[in-house]
Each structure stands twice: as structure tokens, then as C-alpha cells.
């Protein structure tokens, strides 16, 4: 039986937040805020490829 | 809320789960997945509730308090074609536009040489599929969107804008509608959370069934290890989209991976070794998966009988239910199984003769859901929808 493998871009995430820090001058105060944003908003972008394959 | 819709809908709601856990409920549920059938009921043409989501909504709810069903599905013609037309995609026969106007809407697969996705392209897909999706599949598909490596455009730009924007605005309306029919008419929204199996999506919608079966005997090694690739995003869509209530179910839309379509031997090495793990996670998570079983699977029960008790709801569609019921009816609950040429050019007495046929043959211990084999278009009588539920009310009380 096919086991659920380890993808290299986890599901959810089309830029990962650990690749965009790297753009970013370092970040001061909330960092978890800043990442928690950015992962909900990436997730978004993520629904909608996969939603146009699944459901359109 | 008014009382007494509020305990209309408990009352439905516990029914319908009953019989999903494969226990009697009260009485037998009835839960028909209604289509353009609702468009032609209340009044609209197949374009209008194609092409504006509100009506739609509007006719699923009139079919929902009319013949007062414990459950329906939201919107069953559930592609918006306002928004795919923003995108720009291709594949789609819209009503108005490339069919007629009262003609449901039409997949359109390509030929196998402008497949959307190439065979020398599954390397590409295993390694990324989510950049695949966008760099590559998304510009091939869409009228409007530019290949990645030339110049972007205006209309490359709006294709995403409103996409994404149209998208959200039809994802979000469901909340309201899905409250609309709880309210109006006590009515259950049947199911949440959409999966289809990785062998489906290769052949549906990048090789095309014809490219797919030609790659199962040329390169067997990319087309597993792809279907291996697309299962942690397949389960990952499934699960976001999923009742968090764990009522109803998630829906697996089931197509062609079954024989004649592939042999048995390709289901056994390709489809089913990359399904039934999604399968299982899903269930590890607390939800059901209602297994729609198009076509006839009944070659494959035995697999499907591997899978937990209650862990799927398995709707009949071509298969003969009563084989269905005795190879897999004591693990989980049937659905379906009222043939639609029946609902269509039969008499109401035929279908009340074939309605109790089912029932005393699958559903006397429960575990049952009355539905029409295949989604209900614009050829259904609606006496005939009429006799289905009427018969089923008085006869399918426990």
C-alpha cells in the first residue's frame, strides 16, 4: 500500500514562510504574527489552485 | 430560527447520521442529489442556474421545502460557470455559449495529443505539484493566463484577481445558504468537502483517460509515483473543506479508475493503493467519506470491505445494489441506487414498484438513504421525484 510521503512543499503552503523571511530585513516584535498571516493568506492561494483542479 | 423548523432539523439531522452510521433510523432517510432537475422544478433554465449561483441556491431550497427531504446537497450544479468563464478555462460545454440553453453543463476533455499535461511532464508534477499546477497546468488550461517564462497581461492579471475574488465570494455564500435551508425548511446540507481519487485527477483533468491509459503501460513507475505525489494535497483539500461537526460527509467523486475503464490489476496497483490511505486518514480525523460510486464498481467491493466499519457511505449508482448490500451492507450504510432512466421515462408506479424492491431488499435493517442512482438533471419528471419520496416517506418507516 502507498504510504502518505513527506512532500517537499508541505499541503497548504505555496511560498513557505521560511522562504519569505529570507526576503525580509529582520523582523522585530510579533514575529509568530507575522508568520501566522503570512501562512493564512498563502493558504488561500494554495485552496485555489487545488480548488480549480478539484472542484472546477 | 422557529421552533419548530429548529426541531424539524434536529429530527432530519439524526435520521440522516443514523443511517450513515449504519443504524435504523426512525425511518429511511431521503436525500436526493438534485441537479438541473431543481432549475427545471422551480421555473429557470439550465444556463440561469449554471451561470448565476443565487438561483441556484434559490431552486435547491424551493425543491428542499416542497418535497420536503430530510437532506439535499447545497448546490449540485455545483461548477459556477461565472466564475470558470473569469478564469478563462477552457474545458467547460456552458450552456448559452457552447451548448444549449437548457442543456446541463459539459466537461470537455481534450484529445490525447493536447492533453493538458504533457507525458514527458510527470517528473514536474511529482517533484512540486502545487508549482506545477500554477506554472504550468493553470496557463494550459486558461484562455487568460500567461505562461510563466512570457510576458504577463492584462487579462493574466484579472484572470487571478477575479478568480480568486469570485471564488471566495461563491465559497462564502454557502454559509448563508446552507443556514437558509436549515431555517426555511429544516432541510440537512447532505454533505461538505469535496476529494477525488489521485488516479482520477491524472485522467480527468492533466493525462485525459486516453493519455493515462497509454502511460500505464509506457511509464507505470511516474504514473504511481504522481498518484503518490497528489495524495497529501488531496487529503489536505478534503480534510479543509470538511463538516467540523463530523456529521456529514466529505463526498469522493469516483470516475474512472474501475474496471472496464483500467483492468483489475491496474485498480489493485494504481488506484487503490493511493486511495485508501487518504481514505483512512480522513477517518483517523473523525469523518465519513460518501464513497459516489459512478459507473459500476461492484468488481472492487472487496477492497472497499478493507476499509473500517462506518468508514464510508457507499452510493450505488450502475452496480446492483443488492450485491452491494450483501458484499458490504453489514460494514457500511447504501445510498442510491433508483435508476435515473427510470426517474426519467418511467411511470410513477414503476418507480414506487423499484423503490420497494430496494428497500425490502437493502434497507430493512437500516443503513439506507433513498437517492437516484446518478445526479437528477432536467429529464427527471418531477412525478416521478414525487413518487420516489411519497413511497419512501410511508413505506420506509421503521
Not at chain 2, 450485491?323 to 410513477?348: D, M, Q, R, W
Amino acid at each position: 500500500m502507498s504510504e502518505q510521503k513527506e512532500p517537499k512543499l508541505k499541503p497548504g503552503a505555496c511560498i513557505p514562510w521560511e522562504q519569505k523571511k529570507k526576503e525580509l530585513p529582520k523582523i522585530s516584535g510579533d514575529e509568530k504574527l507575522i508568520q501566522k498571516v503570512w501562512e493564512d493568506i498563502d493558504a488561500l492561494g494554495y485552496m485555489y489552485i487545488w480548488q480549480c483542479l478539484l472542484s472546477f | 430560527m422557529a421552533k419548530d423548523m429548529e426541531k424539524l432539523y434536529a429530527e432530519r439531522l439524526k435520521r440522516y447520521v443514523t443511517a450513515m452510521r449504519n443504524e435504523k433510523p426512525d425511518r429511511i432517510p431521503i436525500r436526493p442529489f438534485v441537479a438541473e432537475f431543481t432549475a427545471k422544478y422551480a421555473g429557470y433554465t439550465c444556463q440561469e442556474v449554471t451561470h448565476d449561483f443565487e438561483k441556484a441556491f434559490a431552486a435547491a431550497r424551493k425543491c428542499a421545502a416542497d418535497f420536503d427531504w430530510d437532506a439535499v446537497v447545497a448546490n449540485m450544479v455545483y461548477v459556477w460557470t461565472g466564475l470558470t468563464q473569469a478564469i478563462g478555462m477552457k474545458y467547460y460545454g456552458v450552456p448559452g455559449i457552447d451548448v444549449p440553453p437548457n442543456t446541463g453543463f459539459q466537461y470537455l476533455e481534450p484529445p490525447e495529443e493536447k492533453a493538458f499535461m504533457k507525458p514527458d511532464e510527470y517528473d514536474q508534477l511529482i517533484e512540486d505539484p502545487t508549482g506545477y499546477l500554477f506554472n504550468v497546468w493553470l496557463p494550459r488550461i486558461s484562455a487568460d493566463v500567461s505562461p510563466i517564462d512570457e510576458p504577463t497581461s492584462y487579462r493574466n492579471n484579472l484572470s487571478f484577481l477575479k478568480g480568486g475574488m469570485a471564488m471566495l465570494t461563491y465559497f462564502n455564500a454557502f454559509e448563508k445558504q446552507n443556514e437558509s435551508l436549515r431555517s426555511e425548511s429544516g432541510t440537512v446540507s447532505a454533505i461538505s468537502g469535496i476529494l477525488k481519487a489521485p488516479f482520477d485527477i491524472l485522467a480527468d483533468k492533466l493525462r485525459g483517460y486516453i493519455g493515462l491509459v497509454i502511460d500505464l503501460f509506457e511509464r507505470p513507475a511516474k504514473v504511481l509515483a504522481a498518484c503518490e505525489a497528489l495524495m497529501p494535497h488531496l487529503t489536505q483539500a478534503a480534510l479543509s473543506g470538511a463538516d467540523p461537526d463530523k456529521n456529514v460527509p466529505i463526498t469522493i467523486w469516483m470516475h474512472r479508475g474501475c474496471v472496464p475503464f483500467v483492468s483489475q490489476a491496474h485498480f489493485e496497483k494504481f488506484y487503490w493503493p493511493t486511495l485508501k490511505p487518504i481514505i483512512e486518514e480522513i477517518c483517523a480525523h473523525g469523518h465519513q467519506v460518501l464513497f459516489y460510486a459512478e459507473g459500476d464498481w461492484n468488481a472492487h467491493l472487496e477492497s472497499f470491505a478493507e476499509l473500517p466499519d462506518q468508514a464510508i457511505v457507499y452510493h450505488v449508482d450502475k452496480g446492483d445494489i443488492f450485491e452491494v448490500h450483501k458484499a458490504i451492507g453489514h460494514k457500511f450504510c447504501i445510498s442510491g441506487g433508483i435508476p435515473n432512466f427510470l426517474l426519467a421515462y418511467g411511470t410513477a408506479d414503476e418507480v414506487r414498484d423499484y423503490c420497494k424492491k430496494v428497500i425490502d431488499g437493502v434497507a430493512r435493517d437500516g443503513g439506507y438513504i433513498m437517492d437516484a442512482s446518478a445526479i437528477v438533471q432536467n429529464d427527471a419528471k418531477v412525478e416521478n421525484i414525487k413518487a420516489m419520496t411519497d413511497f419512501t416517506r410511508e413505506y420506509g418507516v421503521y
